[in-house]
């Protein structure tokens, strides 16, 4: 079994900064792409960004040249630096990861979610 384990909720001022990360663990030959993913209330999730094993990204329109995501594939850790925050931003944020196991099956984890809330 794998698990994704957040890190990094918080509340901060509109224009303020914000790091998640997300650390996989558990049973897996291989964490393949990672990414970040969000729902606010009354929303559907949407992806944020995500980065390969090889790290290319791809971001959302809304958090281009605002938000970074990185990570280290040694530690199976991804980062997202949120910058320039805004109220709009504020959401349910989620980890994603694909995961190659042991046995060869690839499978989708999610994290439990964390909680950003930016105010004014």
């Known amino acids: 079994q794998v698990q994704l384990v957040e890190s990094g909720d918080g509340l901060v001022q509109a224009g303020g900064s914000l790091r998640l990360s997300c650390a996989a663990s558990?049973?897996?030959?291989?964490?393949?792409?990672m990414g970040w993913y969000r729902q606010a209330p009354g929303k559907q999730r949407e992806l944020v960004a995500a980065?390969?094993?090889?790290?290319?990204?791809n971001y959302a329109d809304f958090v281009k040249g605002r938000f970074t995501i990185s990570r280290d594939n040694a530690k199976n850790t991804v980062w997202l630096q949120m910058n320039s925050l805004k109220l709009e931003d504020t959401a349910v944020y989620y980890c994603?990861?694909?995961?190659?196991?042991?046995?060869?099956?690839?499978?989708?984890?999610w994290g439990q979610g964390t909680q950003v809330t930016v105010s004014s």
């Open positions: 980065i390969t094993s090889g790290g290319s990204t």
């Open positions: 558990g049973s897996m030959f291989r964490v393949n792409a």
């Open positions: 994603n990861a694909q995961v190659l196991g042991t046995m060869g099956n690839l499978r989708i984890y």
